[in-house]
């Protein structure tokens, strides 16, 4: 089966760090990715993980570690516009192409 | 810059009625995929098109749900007979056949069924 497991909900400052887990148990690994998608809107692409390790995309980080079934996504020097729904999605391959979801975490940022 | 398109952007219906969604994907994409949202819960996967051919299918999509892309560029999701559970996001991706198969999604079609 799929599991894929994150926070429901987080709060964070402007201008501070945010870090948002990700655990995944499935049947197969083929790569992982995170998504922004704010009220009622598409998700839209941030990062996709493969290897091993921090990838680094300006204020957005993405790490993996496939032994563990984990990764983060990192959010530094946050913005009010960074207020929405974070989400983890595995690629599982061997034929499929679909992505499974987890069901995403709420971010709100405060003043 | 054309990204993937979907349409209507919202629907209401009666229950029993059917209606039918399109989704216009990236021009150079090969790959459509057709998820459903609901609210505070991720995108499930409902099926994948390469180019015309269907080639997979979730167990979430009844035989009320049919799919088609017949010319290997746009792609239409019919929901027959519809119900108040099918209420939901219908959100169509695609992409292109890379070894990062990043999927790129479009708004959106919510349906309402009353």
């Known amino acids: 089966g799929q599991n894929i497991d994150q926070p429901t909900e987080m709060t964070a400052t402007e201008g501070a760090i945010v870090q948002i887990n990700c655990t995944y148990q499935t049947s197969g690994f083929n790569g992982l990715f995170w998504y922004q998608q704010h009220a009622g809107e598409a998700p839209t692409f941030l990062s996709y993980?493969?290897?091993?390790g921090l990838e680094e995309k300006g204020r957005f980080s993405s790490f993996l570690s496939r032994s563990k079934g984990y990764s983060y996504l990192l959010l530094k020097e946050l913005q009010m516009k960074d207020s929405a729904s974070y989400l983890c999605a595995v690629y599982s391959g061997a034929g499929s192409y679909q992505l499974t979801f987890g069901k995403g975490t709420k971010l709100s940022v405060i003043p | 810059d054309t990204g993937v398109s979907q349409d209507p952007r919202h629907k209401i219906t009666k229950r029993g009625q059917n209606v039918t969604f399109r989704c216009d994907p990236i021009s150079e994409h090969n790959r459509l995929y057709w998820y459903r949202q609901t609210l505070g819960q991720g995108p499930e996967f409902l099926t994948y098109?390469?180019?015309?051919?269907?080639?997979?299918k979730s167990r979430l999509l009844s035989d009320r749900f049919s799919a088609e892309r017949p010319k290997g560029s746009f792609s239409t999701l019919e929901i027959q007979r519809t119900e108040q559970g099918d209420s939901a996001m219908y959100l169509c991706a695609s992409s292109q056949r890379t070894e990062q198969e990043t999927q790129y999604f479009g708004p959106g079609t919510r349906l309402l069924v009353l």
């Open positions: 098109f390469q180019n015309e051919a269907q080639l997979e």
């Open positions: 993980n493969v290897l091993d």
